[in-house]
């Protein structure tokens, strides 16, 4: 399976924001999506993980309650809504994917930039 990940850009501090994870290759039955994102300088930050089967969610404590995952099974795509954005939020995000619960992240897309100006 193949993700690509879209629909960042530039946000102004407390708008919000929804980004794209688009499969292609195969549908995603029985696999798990996460959404991370990295900004410049720091490590690589999980924000939050969909099941697609079952669309239990769960996110990071830093970012629950701020972000929401959707699902359409339609569109093979899965969303990252976030709210009340941060300069610190400031980040090329990425979406992955793992069979079920495994553990290993695969089939990184190229991420899509979020700028939050002040």
């Known amino acids: 399976v193949q993700l690509q990940a879209s629909g960042g850009g530039l946000v102004q501090a407390g708008g919000s924001l929804s980004l794209s994870c688009a499969a292609s290759?195969?549908?995603?039955?029985?696999?798990?999506v996460g959404w991370f994102r990295q900004a410049t300088g720091k490590e690589r930050e999980f924000i939050g993980r969909?099941?697609?089967?079952?669309?239990?969610?769960y996110y990071s404590a830093s970012m629950e309650g701020r972000s929401t995952l959707s699902r359409d099974k339609a569109r093979n795509t899965v969303y990252l809504h976030i709210n009340d954005l941060k300069p610190e939020d400031t980040a090329v995000y990425y979406c992955a994917c793992m069979l079920g619960l495994s553990g290993k992240w695969e089939s990184w897309g190229q991420g899509t930039l979020v700028t939050v100006s002040s």
């Open positions: 969909v099941g697609w089967n079952s669309g239990v969610t």
């Open positions: 290759g195969r549908t995603l039955n029985a696999y798990t």
